[in-house]
């Protein structure tokens, strides 16, 4: 079976009444926790950016406490384990100022645990590909606010 675009099921969708969509969207978050995230996040968290990074922020500390500097190995896994969280909250989101905040956010939380990047590639590439995304992302946004995210990249990098 092949999936219609997403112009088609936008258009479908139009002609449905609004039981038929709350029983299309029950049915879609049932299947996949990724969906359930994604609409919770459209629900109850979109309409205040701020709290939202707030408690993303949190979420991270709280996966950080984890790390141990012990195991080059497993501070990676976990690193890495950590990155897809963020990434994820990044794409639910959708909005250049809260990729930028949980970007910034993490690329401190590696520098504060004193987590030695120059120790293998992997860290440092990591490391680096954040700092890019957030130099990318910093060149999304008008130049006024641009200027209040510069002094923490300048901190990070």
């Known amino acids: 079976m092949k999936s219609a675009s997403v112009n088609d ?9 609004s039981q038929s969509l709350e029983a299309i969207c029950l049915r879609l978050v049932k299947y996949k926790k990724e969906n359930k995230e994604l609409l919770s996040y459209l629900l109850f968290e979109a309409h ?3 709290s939202y990074i707030e408690q993303v922020k949190e979420e991270t500390d709280a996966l ?3 790390l141990t500097n ?11 384990k950590i ?13 250049a100022q809260t990729e930028l905040a949980l970007r910034i956010y993490f ?3 590696i520098l504060d645990a004193k987590i030695p990047l120059d120790a293998g590639t992997q860290l440092f590439n990591l490391y680096q590909q ?7 992302a910093l060149a999304t ?3 006024d606010e641009q200027g209040d995210y510069t002094r923490a990249i300048e901190t990070i990098s």
């Not at 936008?10 to 002609?15: A, C, G, N």
């Not at 990155?83 to 909005?95: A, E």
């Not at 954040?130 to 990318?136: A, E, G, H, L, P």
Request: hydrophobic fraction near 30%; charged fraction near 40%; glycine fraction near 2%.
């Open 83 to 95: 990155l897809r969280f963020v990434n994820k909250q990044i794409k639910y989101s959708g909005v």
């Open 48 to 50: 205040d950016e701020s």
């Open 107 to 109: 690329c401190q939380k």
């Open 9 to 17: 099921i936008r258009k479908e969708l139009h002609h449905l009444d």
């Open 141 to 143: 946004l008008p130049e």
């Open 70 to 80: 012990r195991n080059l190995y497993l501070t990676k896994k976990i690193l890495r």
């Open 130 to 136: 954040q700092i890019k995304k957030i130099n990318d």
């Open 64 to 66: 950080f406490k984890e």
